[in-house]
């Protein structure tokens, strides 16, 4: 039954991943924010933020973020999920948090948590811990969940 609850689950990261409209973003198509009180993230100064679905889906989810006021970007998530997973899961709890690599932010985790119907509470975590980007022109650029990485190697 895990098995079976973990490969639908996977399967839908697949398909937030290939959806071409992209409505799990947040823009203001797909979010209505709402500012909070100024608060701290990650060590940097941020501004909080209540974000509330516009679209009622399973990639979108209501709850709050934090922006990092340098670049304009969300550093991290939290919230449930704007719609049910499916029957036996219902909506989930998620935590997104993005980290900065060279110019862009890209997710660094994505932790879930459900009560799952016969199974209890049941949580998913994915860390995205090494990157290697090739942008169009230059080096790649590289993050590494340890203190060092290897130096990034020409294509």
Known sequence: MRKKIL???LDGEVQAAARK???GNVNAMNYELRLLPAGQAAGSACRMVELVAKKRTRFTFDGHGCVDMTDMAMVRMEGRTAKSLSFLVGRAYVIQEFRKV?????SSLNHSTADVLFLGKTELIIKYLDYSITPKSGLP???CAAKQC???VAP
């Open 7 to 9: 490969t639908k689950i």
């Open 150 to 152: 290897l130096p990034p």
């Open 102 to 106: 060279g110019d862009f932010w890209y």
């Open 21 to 23: 409209d992209r409505d």
């Open 141 to 143: 650029v590289t993050a």
